[in-house]
């Protein structure tokens, strides 16, 4: 059958917006795009942590180019922040392969739910 009511409204009524290099904002929904690390914002990578090397802002509007258009997305749970862990496509653009084609951000096999990052991107 196809998505439930609520899913599609929300779909409709969605202009994304980039919060950073992974992560969008839908209305009040925060999405955590699977598969990639994304270079983190000034003071976002904690100590002791490895973060992806490369320009935060740079990642942040490539993402935020890309958001032209009607979103598709496929959720798969939440990670412990209580961020939506999706697969987000606009125009049959797959958002973590735009960003990893663009070099804006790394792919993370352990965070590739089902192996679906790397079947749309070639991985």
Known sequence: MGLPVMLIAAVLACAP???D???LRC????IRLIGIDAPELPGHCRRG???VPGDAQASKRSLQA???GRATIRR???DRYGRTLASVAIGGNDLSCHQLRAGAAAYVARWDTGGTVRRECGR
């Open 49 to 51: 942590r490895k973060c």
């Open 66 to 68: 890309a958001l032209r």
């Open 27 to 30: 209305g009040r929904e925060r």
């Open 76 to 78: 798969f749970g939440f």
């Open 17 to 19: 917006v980039a919060i």
């Open 21 to 23: 290099g992974d992560t």
